[in-house]
């Protein structure tokens, strides 16, 4: 199954010097746009199953990321946002009292993220414990 997946900009070219890959011409308007497209196309095709991926690592070297800049300030954040219409509409609900629900998408994205991590951190030990078995 493939998902789509959006990214505020990407320029690795400090890493990758001559073979590097740029988005050139990047804005918080088109991020903003790509975005919002890409929900749309999740959720014509999935409902409220739908995930759209955010590369945005906070990887300045890569130009990857969300945080506010001197360039523009905290527009790609905005952008991402659900009022600006291309962040999840709905990613989580108050009811009257304020006690918040989160819709099953957003519990989706956690879970996985979180089994994620859990694959990651048991990968390093595994590393790890090689590494020390050589020593």
């Known amino acids: 199954m493939r ?19 740029v988005y050139v011409g990047s804005t918080p308007m088109k991020y903003g746009n790509w975005l919002k497209a890409a929900r749309r196309r ?9 995930l ?3 590369n945005a690592w906070n990887e300045w070297a890569e130009g990857a990321y ?4 001197a360039g523009h300030g905290t527009a790609y954040l905005e952008a991402t946002l659900p009022s600006s ?12 009292h304020g006690a918040l629900f989160w819709s099953y998408p957003h519990l989706r994205s956690l879970a996985l993220a979180f089994a994620g991590s859990i694959l990651a951190v048991r990968r390093r030990a595994k590393n ?4 020390r078995r050589r020593l």
């Open 3 to 21: 998902y789509p997946a959006v990214a505020p900009g990407w320029d690795n070219t400090a890493r990758r010097q001559e073979n590097a890959t």
């Open 42 to 50: 999740e959720a014509a095709a999935r409902a409220d199953r739908g």
């Open 52 to 54: 759209v991926f955010v």
């Open 66 to 69: 969300l945080e506010p800049d």
């Open 85 to 96: 219409g291309g962040g999840l509409e709905v990613a989580s609900v108050a009811d009257a």
């Open 128 to 131: 790890h414990a090689a590494r």
